[in-house]
């Protein structure tokens, strides 16, 4: 493993699709507390909140994989 350490992330799969999306869950909690954060400011309705999540593809198999 060349010395680094590896980053817990959540899996999700595509049913039938062969299809994967590996998620940093540093990324998820990141999400989680904007998404707190939007909430809190407007308690009602909440406040919409948007973004870009880049990454990478690569083959595992035959399937794809989404990083």
Not at 2 to 10: D, F, Q, S, V
Request: glycine share 12%.
């Amino acid at each position: 493993m060349n010395g680094l350490t590896a980053t817990p992330y959540y899996i999700w799969r595509v049913p039938d699709k062969g299809v994967s999306v590996h998620l940093s869950l540093s990324v998820i909690d990141h999400v989680g507390m904007a998404v707190a954060e939007g909430v809190r400011v407007l308690p009602r309705r909440g406040l919409e909140i948007g973004g870009l999540l880049l990454g990478r593809t690569r083959r595992e198999r035959n399937a794809i994989v989404v990083e």
